[in-house]
Antibody, heavy 119, light 107 residues
Framework: EVQLVESGGGLVKPGGSLRLSCAAS????????MNWVRQAPGKGLEWVSS????????YYADSMKGRFTISRDNAKNSLYLQMNSLRAEDTAVYYC????????????WGQGTLVTVSS | DIQMTQSPSSVSASVGDRVTITCRAS??????LAWYQQKPGKAPKLLIY???SLQSGVPSRFSGSGSGTDFTLTISSLQPEDFATYYC??????????FGQGTRLEI
């Protein structure tokens, strides 16, 4: 059974940093492009970042470029999101999601971890 | 970036009803479109990909159609478990992928 379990969320002050993790199991993690997608409270879905299976390609939404860094450790079946210079508008549930085949659809999602940026 | 606009933003329906949700892209996305279902406090679930392909395990009462800029998600006979929020997502132009604003389906 495919499982994605996020952790690392919490309350952080504006300008602060946080590192999210996503532990994967039930599939060959090293074969899949992985993504972060977020959802602000009561709002819609917003793609955040994507990393290819070998970490060769990394992509970010414009509003996260320069502040967020995606990475992965295939030996540990883990995905990460380092978030710096956090703003109130980064408050959201952050989901890790597996890319479906060769297209940018997302077939498995974690349960999400809540990041709250507030003083 | 390609903007995705869903209509309606919310819809009220009853068990057994046929419901259609529309998604329009600001520019053509061919058939690179997905639909997701999200229930409160839960992660989204992939229902339809490539505009009309049913994801494994999804009931056949769900169907998708369209290409280019206009797409629809149809639920042929609503079941109690179908009351949720639905999102479309384009996968034609990456980065970024973009989602519609959601359609809330309620009783």
């Amino acid at each position: 059974e495919v499982q994605l379990v996020e952790s690392g969320g919490g309350l952080v002050k504006p300008g602060g940093s946080l590192r999210l993790s996503c532990a994967a199991s039930g599939f060959t993690f090293s074969s899949y492009t992985m993504n972060w997608v977020r959802q602000a409270p009561g709002k819609g879905l917003e793609w955040v970042s994507s990393i290819s299976s070998s970490s060769h390609y990394k992509y970010y939404a414009d509003s996260m470029k320069g502040r967020f860094t995606i990475s992965r450790d295939n030996a540990k079946n883990s995905l990460y999101l380092q978030m710096n210079s956090l703003r109130a508008e980064d408050t959201a549930v952050y989901y890790c999601a597996r890319r479906f085949g060769t297209e940018y659809y997302f077939d498995y999602w974690g349960q999400g971890t809540l990041v709250t940026v507030s003083s | 970036d390609i903007q995705m606009t869903q209509s309606p933003s919310s819809v009220s329906a009853s068990v057994g009803d046929r419901v259609t949700i529309t998604c329009r892209a600001s520019q053509g996305v061919s058939s690179w479109l997905a639909w997701y279902q999200q229930k409160p406090g839960k992660a989204p679930k992939l229902l339809i990909y490539a505009a009309s392909s049913l994801q494994s395990g999804v009931p056949s009462r769900f169907s998708g159609s369209g290409s280019g800029t206009d797409f629809t998600l149809t639920i042929s006979s609503l079941q109690p478990e179908d009351f949720a929020t639905y999102y479309c997502q384009q996968a034609n132009s990456f980065p970024p992928v973009t989602f519609g604003q959601g359609t809330r389906l309620e009783i």
